[in-house]
T-cell receptor
Framework: GENVEQHPSTLSVQEGDSAVIKCTYS??????FPWYKQELGKGPQLIID?????GEKKDQRIAVTLNKTAKHFSLHITETQPEDSAVYFC??????????FGSGTRLQVQP | SAVISQKPSRDICQRGTSLTIQCQVDSQVTMMFWYRQQPGQSLTLIATANQGSEATYESGFVIDKFPISRPNLTFSTLTVSNMSPEDSSIYLC??????????FGQGTRLTVV
């Protein structure tokens, strides 16, 4: 089955800096790659996703890149703000079953 | 997106008892999944709730411990049976419409004492 690895496990940045979280996946059949943000006491919230037919997608300060050949995808957050502090999860999906999640990255943005 | 109502939002239960968690979605969904998130950990798939048939369980999870019902395309329940402290986790339902986004509710925070 699919295996998703996520790095780093923790990330601390200064407000205004950029943050990058990286994931790799094993199943070449995976074609959908969402990213979730989970704040304390809440369920995961979908923040951005990318499908295998595109290499990059942006939504304001958030972008995701995908390299299908290398089987890795990354989340980029620019101009970080304290409210970006949360745990971020990447995931992979073939579209026919449940998501396989990475281990999570705890992002802390220092004001 | 989908609006997901999961109940209860949290509970503290005695070991040996059972708790049934309900998940209501505001629209029909083809797939419904149940996940467990242990403290400080990622999400682990428990099972796929199948409408009108028995759920499909992942390795390490069994029907006797986590019975699941899905009577229609908008509702499902997960029961955590004969609970022990090791079952203390957040339990999350996640509806999914075909090859589209998966959403999560607030989850049920379970503490077993």
């Amino acid at each position: 089955g699919e295996n998703v690895e996520q790095h780093p496990s923790t990330l601390s940045v200064q407000e205004g800096d950029s943050a990058v979280i990286k994931c790799t996946y094993s199943d070449s059949a995976s074609n959908y790659f969402p990213w979730y943000k989970q704040e304390l006491g809440k369920g995961p919230q979908l923040i951005i996703d990318i499908r295998s037919n595109v290499g990059e997608k942006k939504d304001q300060r958030i972008a995701v890149t995908l390299n299908k050949t290398a089987k890795h995808f990354s989340l980029h957050i620019t101009e970080t703000q304290p409210e970006d502090s949360a745990v971020y999860f990447c995931a992979a999906d073939t579209g026919r079953r449940a998501l396989t999640f990475g281990s999570g990255t705890r992002l802390q943005v220092q004001p | 997106s989908a609006v997901i109502s999961q109940k209860p939002s949290r509970d503290i239960c005695q070991r040996g008892t059972s708790l049934t968690i309900q998940c209501q979605v505001d629209s029909q969904v083809t797939m419904m999944f149940w996940y467990r998130q242990q403290p400080g950990q990622s999400l682990t798939l428990i099972a796929t709730a199948n409408q009108g048939s028995e759920a499909t369980y992942e390795s390490g999870f069994v029907i006797d411990k986590f019975p699941i019902s899905r009577p229609n395309l908008t509702f499902s329940t997960l029961t955590v049976s004969n609970m022990s402290p090791e079952d203390s986790s957040i339990y999350l339902c996640s509806p999914k419409k075909g090859n589209t986004e998966a959403f999560f509710g607030q989850g049920t925070r379970l503490t077993v004492v």
